[in-house]
């Protein structure tokens, strides 16, 4: 499979508490992105880190990517309730993105 | 702009019955991208197009599934005939310069 693998699969912690979830990838690649999918709903864009790039933020997000480990991590700091969804990472080769499994992330208030 | 725009939202249809879905992407988006979504093997890419060409169906299961972009504001994902393993949700995305996805709500099919 050229899916790669989130880590954990799933995370509950409590609001106002930063989470953290990794992600490994198989190929080379472009740029790594990360997206929030809410229960029964769409993905949403969230960031995009470039292969040449080592961390990007975006608000409450950081970003890192270790291409010599093929793996990125996504940091969300004071989490809120809202947060709640599932994450997930996708390595863009040329013009195909491939997910990962996904985090599934739980905030506790 | 409307976003990526999949239709039905929800298909209910019995195995052996042919289902079309169908998807508008973003206009002036040159990509439109069918993903396939499970509990089992997560998103799957099915295949893409660019410029209403189509790219690496690599990721189609078999020759029971088909897509079609006739222009540049329309595409279908054909499966006939439709078996109960099908069930998941099925996504379009679109995107001007592949570093930017835009997805759509998703089409939730069941096959009894």
Same mark, same amino acid.
């Given at each position: 499979s050229q899916q790669g693998e989130e880590d954990p699969q799933a995370?509950?912690?409590?609001?106002?508490e930063n989470a953290t979830m990794n992600c490994s990838y198989k190929t080379s690649i472009n740029n790594l992105q990360w997206y929030?999918?809410?229960s029964g709903r769409g993905l949403v864009h969230l960031i995009l880190i470039r292969s040449n790039e080592r961390e990007k933020h975006s608000g409450r997000l950081r970003v890192t990517l270790d291409t010599s480990k093929k793996s990125s991590s996504l940091l969300i700091?004071?989490?809120?309730?809202?947060?709640?969804?599932?994450?997930?990472c996708a390595a863009q080769g040329a013009?195909?993105?491939?997910?990962?499994?996904?985090?599934?992330?739980?905030?506790?208030p | 702009d409307a976003g990526v725009i999949q239709s039905p939202r929800h298909e209910v249809t019995e195995m052996g019955q042919e289902v079309t879905?169908?998807?508008?992407?973003?206009?002036?988006h040159d990509y439109l991208f069918w993903y396939r979504q499970t509990m089992m093997r997560g998103l799957e890419l099915l295949i893409y197009?660019?410029?209403?060409?189509?790219i690496d169906d690599s990721g189609m299961p078999e020759d029971r599934f088909s897509a079609k972009m006739p222009n540049a504001s329309f595409s279908t994902l054909k499966i006939q005939p439709s078996e109960p393993r099908d069930s998941a949700v099925y996504f379009c995305a679109?995107? #001007?310069? /592949?570093?930017?996805?835009?997805?759509? #709500?998703? /089409?939730?099919?069941?096959?009894?």
């Open positions: 995370l509950s912690i409590q609001e106002g929030r999918q809410n700091t004071a989490s809120r309730a809202a947060d709640t969804a599932s994450y997930f013009q195909k993105l491939v997910f990962g499994q996904g985090t599934r992330l739980t905030i506790n | 879905l169908r998807c508008k992407p973003i206009s002036g197009f660019n410029n209403n060409v189509p679109s995107s #001007p310069t /592949t570093t930017s996805w835009y997805f759509g #709500p998703g /089409t939730r099919l069941t096959v009894l």
